[in-house]
């Protein structure tokens, strides 16, 4: 669905915007008091649309979404469109290959090899870096380049392991009939190929909800995609560390101008209180001979989806803090920060 102005400002978008610049710690915990005082007095939901409708307005372009803030709908447009999923459908892949894991067809420490045949040379991942074939991997190793650096040449090592029509036919048996990938006359390769926000949303809640796979491979995904080495640009670019790893997210791109992402944001207690699913293509405001191959955090998509991120941390941190806030459910806390230097 194309989002234009008349769109955001029915979804009630013309507020005034403030900006908080501080120096020093007292500034800035001071600005972030007064924004989780205003979105206290503020229905979520509400809080969210607003946003939403104002940053999809300002980066143009057609946008097909699902956003759920504490079980409820926040954004729902063209939820159920077909839409080029791009890496998004990385979540697919690596939930086929955890559920054989969970069947005992295969291990996360079995191993495949890297030729240099397979070796996608674009500019993403870190496979096409290596200049140092044959090698050999372990299956957890390929799936983790998957889902945090995007590696193209992982998806051709998941389908090694689980060819592209058994690969669907494990997503349509758990109830994905539209996110399937594309199969190519090697019965292990595919093109990532397409979904709905609704089914991708569907995906992650039944994810977190424990219906998707085994308690140690929702573990496993999880920690992949939440991790500080997944997508930043995005959703997680203005949140501090701490927050980045209550954001298991996963994007998506292409030089058409598809820019994609889905995830989840966990409240302090692991608690998850927001999933979302943002499929978003061309023509944006600007260029676009400059936005089709702008995939960082200045493409206007990806700075939308700043501030949309921005928002679901602060409303799921302000319910969590409500008085009346109930813990319930599953929760998947997020791993202490740590950090190193070597040695």
Known sequence: MKINRRFALGLGTVAAATAAVGVGTAQASAAQSARAAEHATQDPVRRVARVYGREVAEAQGVWSSLVTVGGATAVEVGADDTVEAYSVNKLGVATAVLDKIDRGLLTLDQRVDLTASIVIQDIDGIFALDRAYP???????VMANLLTLSDNTAVRLCGLVCPALELNEILRNKGFVVTQVVPVSNPNRFFLGVTTPRETHTLL?????????????TDYLLNVIRSTSAFTDGIRLDLRTEERLRVATKAGWFDDGG????????????????????????????????????????????????????????????AAAAPQAKAAGRKYPAPAIRVTNGG
């Not at 090698?135 to 190793?141: E, P």
Request: overall charge negative; aromatic content about 6%; hydrophobic content about 40%.
């Open 135 to 141: 090698s050999s991997l372990t299956l957890g190793n």
């Open 205 to 217: 809640s039944k994810l977190v909800a424990g219906e998707l796979l085994s308690p140690s491979s």
């Open 259 to 318: 820019r994609n992402e889905a995830g989840i944001v966990f409240a302090p207690d692991g608690t998850p209180g927001a999933i979302y699913s943002l499929f978003a293509s061309g023509p944006y405001a600007g260029d676009a001979e400059v936005t089709n191959v702008d995939f960082g955090a200045t493409h206007p998509a990806v700075k939308a989806r700043q501030a949309i991120g921005r928002t679901l941390v602060d409303v799921v941190d302000a």
